[in-house]
């Protein structure tokens, strides 16, 4: 069966960094384009950077330069490597896996981070 788990999260101070992880069963991972989201408490879900199945990136405007996105085709896992972390980017991280009308989610990983 599909299955999507985040790992990585936690607490962290301003200034410091994390990498989230995405590891992905039960499907072709590489054909995908992954995502990352996020939702902090009280705002919608918005998406923090994506990557296509050719390795083309896209990141929201306020991690650029900060959080990178990768993936590992080979172990069928994705990542975002997050630095300079804000209080802001407090939030549940999930990642997206699409292809046309495919869309499989993880159940999130919590990063906090304290000012």
């Known amino acids: 069966q599909v299955q999507l788990v985040e790992s990585g999260g936690g607490l962290v101070q301003a200034g410091g960094s994390l990498r989230l992880s995405c590891a992905a069963s039960?499907?072709?991972?590489?054909?995908?384009?992954m995502g990352w989201y996020r939702q902090a408490t009280g705002k919608q879900r918005e998406l923090v950077a994506s990557?296509?199945?050719?390795?083309?990136?896209n990141y929201a405007d306020s991690v650029k330069g900060r959080f990178t996105i990768s993936r590992d085709n080979a172990k069928s896992t994705g990542y975002l490597q997050m630095n300079s972390l804000k209080p802001e980017d407090t939030a549940v991280y999930s990642c997206?896996?699409?292809?046309?009308?495919?869309?499989?989610w993880g159940k999130g990983t919590l990063v906090t981070v304290s000012s």
């Open positions: 990557i296509t199945s050719d390795g083309s990136t």
């Open positions: 039960g499907f072709v991972f590489r054909v995908y384009t």
């Open positions: 997206n896996l699409v292809l046309g009308i495919r869309n499989y």
